[in-house]
């Protein structure tokens, strides 16, 4: 299974990989999911009109505003990016420096360390086998158990093998397209090892997204590695670290989903993938 979270690594597989778009994951990226839930479920919830809701995701992703085109996906209505808010911010004369800390609204506020290392390269495969772990074995994911470390880092290539009760599970982490040519034609010739494959258009993985600010070619290797040490710290210091733990989601669950790979949740939370051209 190849990951789905990256609109711009998904049109790469549809443009020049159709053979391979059965194994792409069928998840919606996450404002993909968020755009839709904030209309079917958070609306109804909070007693509102659905049509008087106007969705804007502020992304570190320049694809996301293409992503936002595809009819497969409606619910967000929106995407800035990190540099555009930044802009506008300035604009509007105010310095987050001088800003006091507040909590996300509730409902939909509450997230979880697994979502938040997202945004690094083999973020997306950690936090999936997170809840691998947890699914087989019955107990939450803990570093001293087991570590993904051997995933993580700033190569453009990555391995590593998981071993969870009897399955050995085999993985790939890919960043930057170009670094995924040889893996690609392995799969496409059915001589691939790996279970999952993560596979990122951008260096470093989203922190290193074409909406987040510039720094020279110099700088550059340096922010994206500070950025991604930035968001494990901030995964450390979090109380949770798994969605399945994420109090929002179980009560989305609860509530409106019944359960993962429902139907309801296929209608709202899957998509589908067309060769392009
Ligand atoms: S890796 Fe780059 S293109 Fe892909 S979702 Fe992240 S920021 Fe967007």
Redesign the pocket.
Known sequence: MFTS?????VKYAETFYPEILDHLSTCK?PIGMEGIMVKEYFAKQMNLDKETLYTVAI??????KFELKREEIPGTDAVITVSELTKWLKDEQIDLRNVSKSSFDSLLGEGSGGGMIF?N?SGVCESALRTLYYYMTGENYDEQKISFSDVRGYENVKEATFKINDLEVKVAVV?KISAAKKLLEDVKNGTSPYHFIEI???QG????????PKYNEEMEHIVKEKRIAGLYKKDKEDTIHASYENKDIQKIYRDFLIEPNSEIAHRYLHTTYQKRN
Do not use: D, E, L, Y
């Open positions: 979270c990256c609109p711009a690594w990226s992304t570190p992703c320049t694809a996301k945004g390269t960043h990122m258009n951008c993985g989203c922190i290193g997204g074409g909406g987040q």
